[in-house]
């Protein structure tokens, strides 16, 4: 079965940081684009990062963040261990929302496409970040 699982969610203080691990199982990463999405409560669900996919045509081996988290927040992925990461550093209390990561195997030379939900497949159960003092 294809999953995907999260953790390294956490409190932490303001300018403090965390690393969100996604953890997948019965595909290879290396495939598909992932995505970070955040869902603060009563705000819809938002993209926050997303890496392309480094086997497969195309290919689309860097990252791309929304504004609000750029020059904070690193995505990386660990392709021995199938896993990718969120790097979250200089954490800000408008942070904090339930974190997902997920999937897709669509096929577009438009990169700007994977901040739409639609087209992620698979998707974690969520890890929870809150930021506060």
């Known amino acids: 079965q294809l999953q995907l699982v999260e953790s390294g969610g956490g409190l932490v203080q303001p300018g403090g940081s965390l690393r969100l691990s996604c953890a997948a199982s019965?595909?290879?990463?290396?495939?598909?684009?992932i995505g970070w999405f955040r869902q603060a409560p009563g705000k819809e669900r938002e993209a926050v990062s997303y890496?392309?996919?480094?086997?497969?045509?195309?290919?689309?081996?860097?990252?791309s963040y929304t504004d609000s988290v750029k020059g904070r927040f690193t995505i990386s992925r660990d392709s021995a261990k199938n896993t990718v990461y969120l790097q979250m550093n200089s954490l800000k209390p408008e942070d904090t929302a339930i974190y997902y990561c997920?999937?897709?195997?669509?096929?577009?030379?438009?990169?700007?496409?994977?901040?739409?939900?639609?087209?992620?497949?698979?998707w974690g159960q969520g890890t929870q970040v809150t930021v506060s003092s």
């Open positions: 997920a999937a897709s195997l669509y096929i577009t030379t438009d990169q700007s496409a994977f901040l739409m939900t639609d087209l992620y497949d698979y």
């Open positions: 019965g595909f290879n990463l290396t495939y598909a684009t």
């Open positions: 890496i392309g996919r480094i086997d497969g045509t195309p290919n689309f081996p860097d990252p």
